[in-house]
């Protein structure tokens, strides 16, 4: 699985389109991400080339998602997280 259909899929699973008042900090959006890759690869990917969180950043701006930074931190605009079934 490439870098760019983890992230698709990461987003189909864990992610909802939101408003412009609903945030994600980005650290926990990583955080997760990173989880998520492990459980679905069975393998960690701190030592892959693609963990890098600017590289996750990267392609979050390419799919239009634009982080903020506040005094708590860095948030995701317009992105919420999906509520389990």
């Known amino acids: 699985m490439t870098e760019y259909e983890a992230i698709e899929a990461f987003m189909a699973e864990t992610i909802d389109k939101g408003t412009d008042s ?16 492990k459980d ?5 990917i701190l030592d892959q080339e693609y963990s890098s969180s600017h590289i996750f950043g990267r392609q979050m701006r390419l799919r239009g998602i634009q982080k903020t930074r506040f005094a708590k931190g860095y948030y995701y605009q317009g992105i919420a997280w999906r509520e389990p079934l």
């Open 22 to 37: 609903d945030w994600v900090r980005a650290a926990e959006l990583y955080t997760r991400y990173r989880r998520w890759r």
């Open 40 to 44: 679905k690869e069975n393998k960690d």
